[in-house]
């Protein structure tokens, strides 16, 4: 089976950077990829990591590290928007095909 | 393009009864999923189905049933529904090859 743990809450201040971590057990690796949610909302996709190293999407930045089965979302120059909750996940493969499998998320609050 | 639609938003149930969540996507998209979300708990894979007549259990199957009427569209049944399926439902969905899950915007369901 798959696990995966990431911490269950960061506070920060509007303009400063935060990192996310999230540490992960899978029988099969295919990817680990971030997702954010608002209070009341669907997840929406952030990032994906495939191979090791870094992803930049604007402020946002994803690592990955398949050796230390690990990766990092890492959030700069914080906005209130962005207090929101982030799960990481990674790729099951069952009979039928596969799904993402979610860590418990991360709720992020950012205040001025 | 509405992209994945669910009905409905919200429902209220009794010990016992039973109900179907529909969801709806219009990306053409071969794998669809069914997740639930309580607090704390990130979100839990129920069933999905990678494409017309597959489907696979996830981590919380049991006491569900669903069904992959056609490429667009995949019900989640609950038969006797009890108190522990309180919770919010989302659909999902992705294709083939791609990294992204799209998920739709979530039925609340409260059993009495």
């Known amino acids: 089976g798959q696990s995966l743990e990431q911490p269950s809450e960061v506070t920060a201040v509007e303009g400063a950077i935060v990192q996310i971590n999230c540490t992960y057990q899978t029988s099969g690796f295919y990817g680990l990829s971030w997702y954010q949610q608002h209070d009341g909302g669907a997840p929406t996709f952030l990032s994906y990591?495939?191979?090791?190293g870094l992803e930049e999407t604007g402020r946002f930045s994803s690592f990955l590290s398949r050796s230390d089965s690990y990766g990092y979302l890492l959030l700069q120059e914080l906005q209130m928007k962005d207090s929101a909750s982030y799960f990481c996940a990674v790729r099951d493969y069952g009979q039928a095909g596969t799904a993402l499998i979610f860590g418990k998320g991360t709720t992020l609050s950012v205040s001025s | 393009n509405a992209g994945v639609t669910q009905t409905p938003k919200f429902q209220v149930l009794k010990t016992g009864q039973s109900m179907t969540l529909q969801c709806a996507q219009d990306m053409n998209h071969n794998s669809m999923y069914w997740y639930r979300q309580d607090p704390g708990m990130g979100l839990r894979l129920i069933y999905y189905?990678?494409?017309?007549?597959?489907?696979d259990k996830g981590e919380v199957p049991n006491g569900y049933n669903v069904s992959r009427l056609n490429k667009r569209e995949f019900s989640l049944r609950l038969e006797s529904a009890a108190p522990s399926q309180t919770s919010v439902y989302f659909c999902?969905?992705?294709?083939?090859?791609?990294?992204?899950?799209?998920f739709g915007p979530g039925t609340r369901l409260t059993v009495l």
């Open positions: 189905s990678a494409s017309e007549g597959t489907t």
């Open positions: 999902a969905s992705r294709d083939t090859g791609d990294n992204e899950q799209f």
């Open positions: 990591n495939g191979l090791d």
